[in-house]
């Protein structure tokens, strides 16, 4: 399996523009997590879908931020208008939740998001 | 993560054995994971602990105490590659992990 796959590794944009982030997640798995992770404040879950539906999406920050998977192997989180505070790393992860188990999550390299 | 308490950094010695606590909050607590991330890199599956002991997984070994919000992960002859950083979380009523900010390991020479 190749894993969590996310696009792109790098971005930097200016204030203002839009951000497109993708994620692919691990073939057979029914749960997709975005998460941020920075310096000050450690990895932040921002929304997580189970059967590509939003279960709980109080993480992300405003209304800035928006994410969708429109189908089991694709998920993206948009940001627009991007501003130089939602520079961070980016991960997107994926599991098999089954019932009350928990599972262990697999993450994608991450995006390296920064805005100018 | 702000349930979740754990050192910001730790330095060892390469050979030695270094163990990196966490605590937690207890009420709703499920289970508990530990993650490895090397710098610039994704975090890394390490242990998922449910019951109460220690759980031994070659050179690492995680430790829970569900009664005292309390867990530890043992690096036994650290090498110099398990530099990185160590995440501890916590999974609750929602089965979905909340994350620690993470230990920086630093082994030295």
């Known amino acids: 399996d190749a894993g969590v796959i996310q696009s792109p590794r790098h971005e930097v944009t200016e204030m203002g523009q839009e951000v497109t982030l993708r994620c692919k997640p691990i073939?057979?798995?029914?749960?997709l997590f975005w998460y941020r992770q920075t310096m000050m404040r450690g990895l932040e879950l921002l929304i997580y879908?189970?059967?590509?539906?939003?279960?709980?999406d109080s993480g992300m920050p405003e209304d800035r931020f928006s994410a969708k998977m429109p189908n089991a192997s694709f998920s993206t989180l948009k940001i627009q208008p991007s501003e130089p505070r939602d520079s961070a790393v980016y991960f997107c992860?994926?599991?098999?939740?089954?019932?009350?188990?928990?599972?262990?999550?697999?993450f994608g390299p991450g995006t390296r998001l920064t805005v100018l | 993560g702000q349930n979740i308490d754990q050192p910001t950094e730790m330095t060892a010695t390469e050979g030695a054995i270094v163990q990196i606590n966490c605590t937690y909050q207890?009420?709703?607590?499920?289970?508990l994971f530990w993650y490895q991330q090397h710098a610039g890199e994704a975090p890394t599956f390490l242990s998922y602990?449910?019951?109460?002991g220690l759980e031994e997984k070659g050179r690492f070994s995680s430790f829970l105490s569900r009664s005292k919000g309390y867990s530890y992960l043992l690096l036994k002859e650290l090498q110099m590659k398990d530099s990185a950083s160590y995440l501890c979380?916590?999974?609750?009523?929602?089965?979905?992990?909340?994350f620690g900010r993470g230990t920086s390991l630093i082994v030295h020479p």
């Open positions: 992860a994926s599991s098999q939740i089954q019932g009350a188990r928990t599972d262990t999550q697999y």
């Open positions: 879908f189970n059967n590509n539906v939003p279960i709980d």
């Open positions: 979380a916590q999974t609750g009523g929602s089965y979905i992990p909340t």
């Open positions: 602990n449910v019951l109460d």
């Open positions: 207890t009420s709703g607590f499920n289970g």
């Open positions: 073939s057979g798995h029914n749960s």
